[in-house]
């Protein structure tokens, strides 16, 4: 009797048992909260681009040059700007405490609220302001792959969906850069500097980090399909940063 517990315990001792611990399934109070923060934000986004708008209206005078409004009929787009530009500042921060584990999953299932809000809001609002056929079917069918894949992964695979959304943090010197060229502003020193952080975070929150994220898909042996699925939003930045370079060095 002795010996087989010695046998049992040296069995136990040589062969360690690594238990993984499981992800806790979402629950019907997490998908509320989920759908909260989504409504919620849309509605932010709805108000700040509507103000926006009516601001940059109101005051668009403040922006002559020659006794042209510079922005006269582009108050939309910038206004869309000032949307795009605080989903960034808002998600990248969330994201980095998240993939630090500062943040706990349940608090990140709540959080990616926010840019299921920004995603749908902003293509609800295309037509708004968007002109350009091509640039309209272009952002529209990135923007619905994004909330497809954030939607559909953001449980099953929330770290790669937080490193993705790091990829908004060019968003504000890349919105910073444009309005600059609008006004026509583009031989001050903040221009150099927004063009070139815009160049820096494309490099480093989307050319690396993508390809990173394609890295730790076949680490996982990630089926072709996922593949498949991030590849045009892949495809679609990488066609972009060439864009930002050949205008950077015209």
Not at 39 to 53: D, V
Not at 118 to 147: A, E, K, S
Not at 153 to 177: V, W
Request: charged share 15%; aromatic share 16%; proline share 3%.
């Amino acid at each position: 009797m002795l010996q087989e517990t010695y046998h049992s315990s040296k069995k136990n001792l040589s062969q360690p048992s690594f238990t993984k611990k499981k992800r806790r399934k979402m629950t019907l109070r997490d998908f509320k909260s989920l759908f909260t923060v989504s409504a919620l934000y849309s509605g932010l986004c709805l108000l700040l681009f509507f103000t926006a708008k009516r601001q940059l209206i109101n005051y668009g005078y403040l922006f002559l040059k020659g006794k042209v409004n510079l922005l006269s009929g582009e108050e939309g787009k910038v206004a869309s700007y000032c949307v795009s530009s605080l989903h960034g500042l808002l998600i990248v921060p969330s994201a980095m405490l998240y993939l630090t584990d500062r943040i706990s999953l349940s608090t990140w299932r709540k959080l990616i609220g926010i840019s299921i809000g920004y995603f749908f809001i902003d293509t609800v609002l295309f037509p708004l302001y968007m002109t350009n056929v091509r640039d309209f079917v272009q952002f529209g069918i990135h923007h619905l792959i994004l909330l497809f894949v954030i939607v559909a992964y953001f449980n099953a695979r929330p770290k790669l969906i937080a490193q993705g959304l790091l990829s908004e943090m060019t968003l504000p010197f890349l919105y910073a850069c444009k309005f600059l060229i609008k006004i026509e502003k583009t031989d001050i020193m903040l221009y150099k500097f927004v063009a070139v952080m815009t160049i820096l975070t494309w490099v480093f929150s989307r050319v690396i980090s993508f390809a990173h994220i394609y890295y730790q898909l076949y680490k996982k042996g990630a089926p072709y399909m996922e593949y498949a699925i991030f590849a045009p939003v892949v495809l679609m930045n990488y066609y972009w940063f060439f864009i930002l370079l050949q205008k950077a060095l015209c």
